[in-house]
């Protein structure tokens, strides 16, 4: 699953470790539409927690494929 332009650029933000307040001010958007971004990009990846967004970003990074059960099942071992 691929994120758009836009939930990239969100989605990098927080892995950088900013909070929703700090990503939307930095990306000169309303709070209410980064948390709106944020949920739509967990529910298009299947996640729930911020690590799992950064898993994501990362496995993209090095051209691996997303999967969140293998993820959850061995973690760094997929790396």
Known sequence: MRLTRAEREIALAFCRGFSDKEVADRLFRSYH????????????????????????????????????NEIRKKGLELI
């Open 33 to 68: 539409t980064v948390r709106t971004e944020k949920r739509a990009i967990y529910r298009k990846l299947g996640i729930s927690k911020d690590k799992e967004l950064l898993w994501y970003m990362i496995l993209e990074k090095l051209g691996k494929e997303f999967n969140i």
